[in-house]
């Protein structure tokens, strides 16, 4: 059974970086036609699609947060990051990674506990 | 994008049926039979409950189904229990790659 695990910092200043990173385990993140994605959600609402990754490192971004993210994988480590710049208050969320059944379905079937990232000074 | 519309709250009895809808446009639900569920207890990370709008996972009980017409998919539990009282999500593809959450929906179980 595939488990994930999210791990960074859990306060950023505003203006600055928010960096996240994702390790797989129970699996390789190479195996399968598995994408990996990033999903938040701000404290008593709804869940926000961030991201999503291949294991070739093609991308696709959330068109309301494209110009703002990064998401990144390295398989040796069987992990993958995401990177979301110039932060401020609203970003404010428990960030979710999950693996991501696109182009099969598109659905997640496995998430991460979450991690709850404040932005503040 | 804006996000697929749920009702805020749903309640029922134990034993009970309930239904929960989510309405999206002719560019997400209602092109695509690719919309999901997820039931989210609280300090909990969201768990899979129906995917291709009405495909079970294993281990999922059979209380569980969806539906779409339309714009509009629809999760129906039965034989309510008190378990069940959670939030939940519905998930659209959207096209161009990506994909839409509703806003969500409390289930409270009377």
């Known amino acids: 059974q595939v488990q994930l695990q999210e791990s960074g910092p859990g306060l950023v200043k505003p203006s600055q970086t928010l960096s996240l990173t994702c390790t797989v385990s129970?699996?390789?993140?190479?195996?399968?036609?598995?994408?990996w994605s990033w999903i938040r959600q701000p404290a008593g609402k709804g869940l926000e699609w961030i991201g999503r990754?291949?294991?070739?490192?093609?991308?696709t971004y959330n068109p309301s947060l494209k110009s703002r993210v990064t998401i990144s994988i390295d398989t040796s480590k069987n992990q993958f990051s995401l990177r979301l710049n110039s932060v401020t208050a609203a970003d404010t969320a428990v960030y979710y990674c999950?693996?991501?059944?696109?182009?099969?379905?598109?659905?997640?079937?496995?998430w991460g506990q979450g991690t709850l990232v404040t932005v503040s000074p | 994008q804006s996000a697929l519309t749920q009702p805020a709250s749903v309640s029922g009895s134990p034993g009970q049926s309930i239904t929960i809808s989510c309405t999206g446009t002719?560019?997400?639900?209602?092109?695509?039979?690719?919309v999901s569920w997820y039931q989210q207890h609280p300090g909990k990370a969201p768990k899979l409950m129906i995917s291709?709008?009405?495909k079970r996972p294993s281990g999922v009980s059979n209380r569980f189904s969806g539906s779409k017409s339309g714009n509009t998919a629809s999760l129906t539990i039965s034989g309510l229990q008190a378990e069940d009282e959670a939030d939940y999500y519905c998930?659209?593809?959207?096209?161009?790659?990506?994909?839409?959450f509703g806003g969500g929906t409390k289930l409270t179980v009377l």
């Open positions: 129970g699996g390789s993140i190479s195996s399968g036609t598995y994408y």
């Open positions: 998930c659209s593809y959207a096209g161009s790659s990506t994909v839409i």
């Open positions: 999950a693996r991501d059944h696109y182009g099969s379905g598109t659905y997640f079937p496995f």
């Open positions: 291709e709008v009405n």
């Open positions: 002719s560019s997400d639900v209602g092109s695509y039979n690719l």
């Open positions: 990754i291949y294991p070739s490192g093609s991308t």
